[in-house]
């Protein structure tokens, strides 16, 4: 295959931002999952953990707690406001100002009807939830001092309620308040869950879980189990198992179990410690089989119990999801330029001549001015025309680069653009790999894709569809596929469509004949290597080689892969990671042992692997130490043998 | 090291009228070690028993006969051979009585020796240099006999090697003050003739050795300037070039033996083995000018191992057979055992001392001494001012000479402060061994006489060791000049174990006398309580610090009774604690010996009393503690064995390449 030259990039600073509040639908498998600065990502968790919907933050709206209700997703926040979002747009779908200050915390009854949030004057807020949107129903009785965290009891007629220094609790039906349990020196109840046997837990600032007796109001067992904070709970659903997230980084679970074998009584013993984050927890979920943490650390981190899972397969591995699954980094491949993109600017940079060891940057700095976050955004190959779509908007701009300035070219409204991107796209072939609209369909897959004067691809959620781009009519839908679709290329010549799922299956299409290619067909028939099967990142990007059409380049978060359709496929027994093995053999012997999956895995922390036009590789790194350095101090550090 | 040990008297001597010659003609080997076959220089032929120190048979030729060459003993046909009167060849077995009934050929030329090696044939080299196997010589005797020396040639040695079944005999001539070396190779017969590099005019060597190993024949020679020579000659590239010139033959220094006033005149110079070399005639380098001594060198060290005083007169001959040295000397001829033990440095020098750098030499001076602590700073030698000055070496000799055997304490120290402040210290070396071993032997003879800080000022200059003057040490011992014996023990690199435990013993049984005093004022901190006094403790440092092999101090550790041993392992049980408690413990002013030093010293002490000390009830205490280091230290070394391969990893963990912000690289995908 030959040597390649490298640019190895690393000046990207993407730093996602610290993780709020999450929220678990056992239904749908879906971890919902908020960031400091608003962002809203949705897992699925069904699917290899796939990051299949990202809804950008705003400046401004810092999110304190999420709350599914049915297939709906709640949240609320320090500015007051609860927020109801439109999952098929991904967008806000309407936000309800709560008239309480800023709201700490938010949660349902098990019916489904009534939403409450806990608010900063210290009243409970009660909201009817209705088809279309949510309606005040009443306040509980006010308190001093703010409301942090709210449990219903499972039969929905009790709340507990923790706040400053104490636990009240509520008859929903009646908003009285019943019983407190007075703390002995300030504290902050950070969270509290109700049980269904009107067992109270609460973790507090004090480090302390407590475990009370709902309907006495009494103090059954205290574990302490961190000097600092224990700062969120999360109880599975059989509420046998319960696990506190700190301020040290660990998680600590507690068990609903006899504590001597021949002991009858069944009591909350603390059982393991998991230790996966430096920073604080600041959201858990407790799914049937795993640990979902995440906190100022950045990352998501899947623990699976291996009581609950089969040992030493996929699905006991753990999991860190550290960057994104998708996209950040658009590559012009004629003029050699990246575009980054970071929640609230774009930065464009030329990589450097042969020789140079200096990143050469040309800059420019685009600001949102709406304060809302950037969804996507591309560059056109030859670099002049840039493209980006917020929640509300798409925008075009014109860079020229002699002396650099940036021109406003056109401005959409979601409706308008179809009309507008296709105009754009017919004069300068312009590739918007970004999110487009139309009145009745959602385009929200980061690889949509607008080809030439031809086509546009849309995919939603499992299905891809084919658009023809100038009058939008329908070309064609390839057949559904189980898993989601992470990465899609159209082959500039050939037009053969480069599918990659979340559990690692590549398609190819042929968007002429409309149906799988040979290619595609030999390698569902032979089927992938187990190693390909079993990585644990997904594809974020395809591309092709200018020179050589056989060549499909991908890439995921450890490796990149060039697939040579020309060769044979590897087959089960065969070496997949092999490079190293035809390193050591001579140059004859090469060819015989060599396959079509030529991967690569000498960078790390992949953000974007493209070819340019004079044939070398960009390679776009952002390792994580890097960014673990610009997290602030954690408050427990491990030291040696302590 | 080698030793000599107690010898004893193989036979009385009958010497010549001139007092130079022994006697005796020549000694050979018998039929195995313990029997040798005396040859006198007169008429008679003596077989020895040597362990019964008593003659088995004896043979005499007629009145008005001598025997020119020392019997030989053929052990293939048990016979002897001798010959009498040059030219007579007499063959006899162990059975016959009278000599003259047995067997005798007349040959047509002059004999000079017969030689036979165990299991070899004898061979006849002729005065005039030409060589017979006897077989052969018999069947005809009358046959000619060629010339292969020069005229005025004569020979002056010779001897028979037998080197990878080759037989060879080699002999040496003089001619004109030239010496030459004949290698002659039998079967086939090759001659090859070397020219010996010429000493100063008018010497010519006074004893030769050779011996064979690694395919090389070693001849060792010994001038009467006290040089010895060793030239080595490469036994195949013999042969060729049958009498052709002379070729030069290469030669090293071994030894520049001391010779004292004049030149040697009988001595010889005999190879033991690789390293040592067995020296007669000549004078031992600290005991004055007289020449009656046996002395073993080693060579590869230049240290005198093992010396011997010989009474009576030397005749310079020397014979060695299987570990003993025969020595005419007087009216006897002696028999002594020696050993040569495989000689390395470190049994050279003993134990290793710990590795002095230049900066920790400077620092001694901050050691505190014996003096130090007794009379403060004003006993401390000066340094002596080094400007240089050239003065013959000659001159300086005769003078201190002179002052040194008969001036009052005063003058001496005088003398020997003027001397050494005057010249460079390097060029006076030999001066300053002589110096000292003067000032020994005037110290031990005259009980009035000492200078201490004399003899400290010549240990200061570091050249002396303790085989220059061997008395030294023991002088100070006798004097109770600890601060003496301190420089001793710091400066000489080779004394001898059994002084180190001389000075051992001495040291800790003084300071028991004074001890008492000493605890009081020592300064140590209360916990762990140092057993001894801090004096104590400088000079057994001292001896810690000195570098010693085992199997020759072992012996010398049994003489110390049980109180001492006692006081000394709790004295090395201190220091081990303290040492391991503290991370760095060079930071002490005293000179303190590693922790190996004293684990080995605890071994050593162990190991020569156990006995003593499982009877003895005080030392349980200290039994136990002891075998919980040895139980300590097992641990550790098992605890590091574990970590060995993970530090091992560390090592090979490469460097992870800084990438930087942006960088281009070149990868190559096959």
Request: charge should be negative; charged fraction near 20%; aromatic fraction near 8%.
């Amino acid at each position: 295959m030959g040597e390649f030259k490298v640019h190895r990039v690393r000046f990207f600073d993407y730093m996602p931002s610290a993780i709020r509040a999450m929220a678990f639908n056992s239904h749908t498998e879906r971890l919902a999952l908020v960031r400091a600065d608003g962002a809203l990502e949705i897992f699925n968790f069904a699917d290899h953990y796939f990051q299949e919907k990202v809804i950008p933050g705003q400046d401004g709206r810092a999110v304190e707690a999420l709350c599914w209700v049915g297939q709906r997703l709640f949240s609320a926040g320090l500015n007051g406001e609860i927020t109801e979002y439109d999952l098929e747009n991904l967008r806000p779908r309407y936000t309800v100002e709560a008239y309480g200050g800023p709201i700490w915390t938010i949660g349902s009854n098990k019916q489904g009807t009534l939403l409450m949030v806990g608010c900063e004057d210290g009243t409970v807020k009660m909201f009817e939830i209705l088809k279309e949107r949510i309606q005040f129903q009443r306040n509980l009785e006010r308190q001093k001092g703010r409301i942090v965290s709210l449990s219903w009891h499972p039969s929905g007629t009790l709340i507990a309620a923790g706040m400053m220094d104490m636990i009240r609790i509520f008859n929903a039906e009646t908003g009285k308040e019943m019983q407190h349990d007075p703390e002995s020196r300030e504290v902050v109840v950070w969270s509290v869950a109700f049980l269904s046997d009107y067992t109270i837990i609460s973790g507090d600032s004090a480090g302390k879980v407590q475990i009370w007796d709902g309907l006495t109001g009494t103090l059954v067992r205290t574990h302490l189990v961190t000097k600092w904070d224990v700062l969120c709970l999360s109880v599975s659903q059989d509420e046998s198992s319960l696990i506190a997230g700190t301020s040290e980084g660990t998680v600590v679970q507690f068990q609903f179990i006899s504590s001597t074998v021949d002991q009858q009584e069944e009591e909350w013993v603390r059982t393991r410690t998991f230790k996966n984050h430096s920073h604080d927890v600041r959201a858990l979920a407790h799914t049937e089989t795993a640990v979902v943490s995440g906190g100022m650390d950045t990352q998501l981190v899947v623990r699976p119990l291996l009581d609950k899972v089969e040992k030493n397969t996929q699905e006991s591995a753990m999991r860190k999801i550290a960057l994104p699954h998708r996209s950040l980094v658009c590559c012009a491949k004629k003029a050699g330029l990246l575009l980054f993109q970071f929640p609230d600017h774009l930065e464009v940079w030329r990589v450097g001549e042969s020789d140079g060891h200096g990143e050469e940057n040309t800059h420019t700095h685009t600001h949102t001015h709406t304060h809302t976050h950037y969804a996507y955004s591309a560059l056109s190959p030859c670099g002049e025309w840039l493209a980006y779509s917020t929640v509300s908007s798409v925008r075009l701009y014109r860079l020229q680069y002699n002396n650099i300035s940036i021109t406003k070219v056109g401005c959409s409204t979601l409706t308008l653009l179809p009309l507008f991107s296709v105009s754009v796209i017919v004069h300068t072939a312009l590739f918007i790999n970004t999110i487009k609209c139309m009145s009745e369909l959602a385009l929200f897959f980061s690889s949509s894709y607008f080809q030439l004067d031809k086509l546009s691809i849309v995919a939603i959620e499992t299905t891809v569809t084919i658009y023809g781009s100038v009058c939008l009519q329908l070309h064609c839908t390839v057949p559904i596929y189980s898993s989601c679709p992470t990465a899609i290329a159209i082959h500039p010549t050939t037009s053969h469509l480069v599918v990659v799922h979340a559990d690692q299956q590549i398609f190819e299409y042929s968007l002429v004949q409309k149906e799988y290619t040979e290619w595609s067909r030999k390698l569902q028939k032979q089927g992938l290597h187990s190693l390909w099967l079993e990585r644990d990142t997904p594809v974020t990007h395809v591309t092709f080689s200018l020179k050589n059409p056989a060549h499909i380049i991908l890439h995921d978060m450890f490796m990149f892969c060039i697939i040579d359709q020309s060769l044979p496929l590897p087959e089960s027994k065969t070496l997949l990671y092999n490079q190293m093995t035809l390193r050591s053999l001579p140059e004859q012997e090469r060819i015989r042992h060599s396959h079509a999956f030529k991967i690569c895995k000498n960078f790390k922390h992949v953000m974007c692997v493209s070819l340019l036009e004079d044939h070398s590789l960009v390679v776009v790194e952002r390792p994580l130490l890097d960014m673990m350095s610009q997290l602030p101090a954690p408050v427990r550090q491990k030291k040696f043998a302590t | 090291m080698a030793a000599l040990y107690e010898g004893y008297t193989l036979c009385g001597l009958v010497p010549g009228q001139t007092l130079t010659n022994s006697g005796i003609q020549g000694i050979e080997a018998e039929r195995d070690s313990d029997h040798v076959v005396v040859t006198d220089s007169t008429r008679s032929v003596t077989l020895y028993k040597v362990s019964d120190q008593k003659p088995l048979s004896s043979w005499t030729v007629k009145q008005g006969q001598t025997l020119t060459c020392p019997a030989v003993y053929n052990s293939q046909t048990e016979e002897y051979v001798v010959v009498s009167d040059n030219k007579v060849i007499r063959i006899w077995k162990d059975e016959d009585i009278l000599l003259d009934k047995a067997f005798k050929a007349t040959v047509s030329s002059d004999v000079w020796r017969v030689h036979c090696l165990p299991g070899g044939e004898p061979v006849v080299l002729f005065q005039r240099g030409a060589v017979r196997l006897l077989d052969s010589l018999l069947s005809a005797p009358q046959q000619p006999i060629e010339e292969v020396l020069a005229q005025e040639e004569a020979i002056r040695w010779s001897t028979n090697i037998v080197a990878d079944s080759q037989q060879f005999v080699i002999f040496t001539t003089e001619q004109k003050g030239d010496s030459f070396l004949y290698l002659h190779r039998l079967n086939p017969n090759t001659l090859q003739r070397y020219r010996l590099e010429r000493e100063e005019p008018g010497l010519s060597p006074l004893s030769f050795s050779a011996s064979y190993r690694d395919k090389h024949i070693c001849l060792l020679y010994l001038y009467p300037n006290g040089h010895v020579y060793q030239s080595v000659v490469s036994v195949r590239g013999l042969g060729g070039d049958e009498g052709a010139q002379a070729l030069p033959l290469p030669r090293s220094l071994l030894l520049g033996l001391p010779v004292g006033e004049g030149l040697l005149e009988a001595a010889s110079a005999q190879l033991l083995d690789e390293a040592h070399v067995a020296v007669v005639g000549v004078p031992h380098p600290s005991a004055g000018a007289g020449k009656d001594f046996l002395c073993i060198w080693n060579t590869n060290f230049q240290t005198l191992q093992a010396g011997k005083e010989m009474a009576g007169k030397i005749y310079g001959q020397l014979w060695t057979f299987s570990n003993k040295l025969f020595i005419p000397h007087g009216k006897t001829l002696s028999v002594i055992p020696y050993e040569c033990p495989k000689s390395s440095l470190a049994s050279a020098l003993g134990k290793l001392k710990q590795a002095k750098t230049e900066g920790e030499l400077k620092q001694m001076s901050c050691v505190p001494s014996w003096n130090n602590i007794l009379h403060g700073d004003k006993a401390q030698p000066s340094r002596p001012a080094e400007t240089r000055k050239t003065v013959s070496n000659f001159i300086k000799t005769k003078y201190l000479n002179f002052s040194v055997q008969t001036a009052p304490v005063e003058e001496v120290q005088r003398e020997v402060e003027g001397l050494l402040s005057r010249a460079d210290i390097q060029d006076l070396q030999p001066l300053v061994g002589q110096l000292a071993s003067m000032l020994v032997s005037r110290s031990l003879a005259d009980p009035a006489f000492y200078t201490p800080s004399t003899l400290a000022q010549l240990v200061h200059t570091q050249s002396l060791c303790h085989s220059v003057c061997p008395d030294l040490v023991l002088l100070a011992l006798e004097r109770r000049d600890f601060f003496l014996c301190q420089l001793c023990l710091q400066f000489f690199p080779d004394i001898p174990e059994a002084v180190t435990c001389a000075c051992l013993k001495a040291f800790i049984r003084v300071v028991i006398k004074t001890g008492e005093e000493d605890k009081e004022k020592s300064s140590t901190p209360p916990e762990p309580i140092c057993p001894v006094g801090l004096h104590k403790a400088v000079l057994l440092n001292e001896v810690l610090l000195t570098a010693y092999s085992d199997t020759f101090l072992l012996p010398h550790l049994k003489d110390l009774s049980s109180q001492h041993v006692v006081l000394f392992l709790q004295y090395l049980q201190f220091l081990y604690l303290k040492y391991s408690q503290d991370a760095s413990p060079q930071m002490h002013g005293l000179r303190s010996p590693s922790l190996t030093q004293i684990m080995d010293w605890v071994c050593m002490v162990l190991d020569a009393h156990f006995t003593v000390l499982v009877m003895t009830p005080e030392a349980k205490g200290l039994l136990v503690n002891l075998h919980s280091f040895v139980k300590s230290q097992v641990r550790l070394v098992s605890e590091l064995g574990k970590i060995e391969g993970s530090l091992q990893e560390l090592n090979k963990m490469k460097v992870k390449k800084d990438v930087g912000q942006y960088s281009i690289e070149i990868i190559e995908l096959f």
